[in-house]
């Protein structure tokens, strides 16, 4: 059995629950349930960019910019990397989203895209969830 740890657990804002950002078992790393948030607001500010919104690039690819930044800072915790992802899987709730998540995960992998699945669904579980990209499967292949 190999051993798991938990990557960067955190607070899940307004809850009395933690959660963790990943999870490392003997040589594989997972990171799941990854989003444009900086576990302290639902959406990180520099997402929203409430001062002007409008400015420099779109909401939807500053959200997935956020998500990437997330999943590195998983995979850096687990000893890995983007180079060593062999599977990333995604879900949204609206088409609108695909492009510039799909442009964000590009430059993420440097052109290099491991196998994915996008999952287009009518809604999420949580009723709070957004129409962006929730979650990614990123795993580091057994050395």
């Known amino acids: ?64 910019r956020r998500l990437f930044q997330n999943v590195a800072e998983v995979l850096t915790a687990g000893g890995s990397s983007a180079s060593d992802v062999v599977r990333i899987d995604q879900y949204y709730t609206s088409p609108d989203v695909v492009d510039a998540y799909h442009e964000t995960r590009r430059e993420y992998f440097k052109g290099r895209i491991p196998p994915s699945t996008s999952n287009l ?11 962006r990209p929730r979650t990614q499967r990123p795993r580091r292949w057994p050395a």
């Open 1 to 64: 059995m190999p051993s798991l740890h938990t990557l960067l657990p955190t607070a899940i804002p307004n809850t009395p629950h933690r959660w963790a950002r990943g999870v490392r078992a003997g040589r594989w790393v997972f990171a799941t349930g990854q989003s444009g948030t900086d576990y302290v607001h639902a959406l990180a500010p520099e997402v929203l960019q409430s001062g002007h919104p409008l400015d420099g690039p779109s909401m939807r690819h500053r959200e997935a």
């Open 121 to 131: 669904h009518r809604r999420f579980a949580r009723e709070t969830a957004t129409n």
